[in-house]
């Protein structure tokens, strides 16, 4: 991959690809620990925790890794059908529609929390996340998913795109939501808030708000459709 250019970007489940020239792709798993940094250009790759460096025209982006065992992993691969080989096949629950995740969620009897973090049954969640999807839908992990009724189901979706939404913004672009301007909200005596919203195609909605006197973050709310 020497000497080639970077052409695109993409996720795929939790790992990072980079498309290059001549239908090449860089696959990248950080895992736990994994984490990139921007340093100068011809950096020297730290002796412990390094990696490998990407060199750039402006600068060098460091792969690195603590702890003493070695996770993380970066693939070279060739073509599409080669890049899907690395795809665990789970759903992207930001736009799965609610039959969708229903079938995902209870093809095998498992507990939630162990559906969450299983990247064949859900893509890109993994253990980071799961927990505070969890709190947020007020769900025991050890529930399981063979048992759930479909208001359970259709609440715990809500609570996994909520939760996902905090973390993924600017994503949405790629799956066709729309932002558009609200106006302007009372937020107390003498006080209001500009809101804009984001609509997902299936209705789902996010709205943020923020102070107009200093736009400073204010509110996010969550609607269904």
Same mark, same amino acid.
């Given at each position: 991959?020497?000497?080639?250019?970077?052409?695109?970007?993409?996720?795929?489940?939790?790992?990072?690809?980079?498309?290059?020239?001549?239908?090449? &792709?860089?696959?990248?798993?950080?895992?736990?620990?994994?984490? &990139?940094?921007?340093?100068? $250009?011809?950096?020297?790759?730290?002796?412990?925790?390094?990696?490998?460096?990407?060199? &750039?025209?402006?600068?060098?982006?460091?792969? $690195?890794?603590?702890?003493?065992?070695? @996770?993380?992993?970066?693939?070279?691969?060739?073509?599409?059908?080669?890049?899907?080989?690395?795809?665990?096949?789970?759903? +992207?629950?930001?736009?799965?529609?609610?039959?969708?995740?229903?079938?995902?969620?209870?093809?095998?009897?498992?507990?939630?929390?162990?559906?969450?973090?299983?990247?064949?049954?859900?893509?890109?969640?993994?253990?980071?996340?799961?927990? +505070?999807?969890?709190?947020?839908?007020?769900?025991?992990?050890?529930?399981?998913?063979?048992?759930?009724?479909?208001?359970?189901? +259709?609440?715990?979706?809500?609570?996994?795109? $909520?939760?996902?939404? $905090?973390?993924?913004?600017?994503?949405?672009?790629? @799956?066709?939501?729309?932002?558009?301007?609200?106006?302007? @909200?009372?937020?107390?005596?003498?006080?209001?808030?500009?809101?804009?919203?984001?609509?997902?195609?299936?209705? &789902?909605?996010? +709205?943020?708000?923020?102070?107009? @006197?200093?736009?400073?973050?204010?509110?996010?709310?969550?609607?269904?459709?």
């Amino acid at each position: 991959a020497n000497g080639k250019v970077v052409t695109g970007l993409r996720r795929l489940g939790k790992r990072l690809v980079w498309a290059l020239e001549d239908d090449l &792709f860089v696959v990248i798993h950080l895992m736990i620990a994994g984490r &990139f940094r921007w340093l100068d $250009t011809g950096a020297k790759i730290p002796g412990k925790v390094g990696l490998a460096a990407f060199d &750039f025209d402006n600068g060098s982006l460091i792969l $690195t890794e603590a702890g003493s065992q070695r @996770r993380a992993s970066l693939y070279l691969v060739r073509g599409e059908n080669a890049l899907a080989e690395h795809d665990p096949g789970g759903l +992207e629950v930001m736009t799965a529609t609610p039959q969708q995740f229903a079938e995902a969620l209870t093809r095998e009897n498992h507990t939630l929390k162990r559906a969450l973090t299983d990247p064949h049954l859900l893509s890109g969640i993994g253990n980071a996340y799961s927990d +505070e999807i969890l709190h947020a839908a007020k769900m025991s992990p050890m529930l399981l998913t063979g048992k759930l009724t479909p208001e359970q189901i +259709e609440d715990f979706q809500f609570a996994v795109r $909520t939760s996902l939404d $905090t973390l993924l913004r600017g994503w949405w672009r790629e @799956r066709g939501a729309k932002l558009s301007y609200v106006g302007r @909200r009372e937020a107390g005596i003498g006080a209001r808030n500009e809101v804009v919203r984001l609509t997902y195609p299936d209705g &789902f909605a996010v +709205e943020y708000e923020s102070a107009a @006197r200093d736009a400073l973050p204010a509110k996010v709310s969550y609607k269904r459709k």
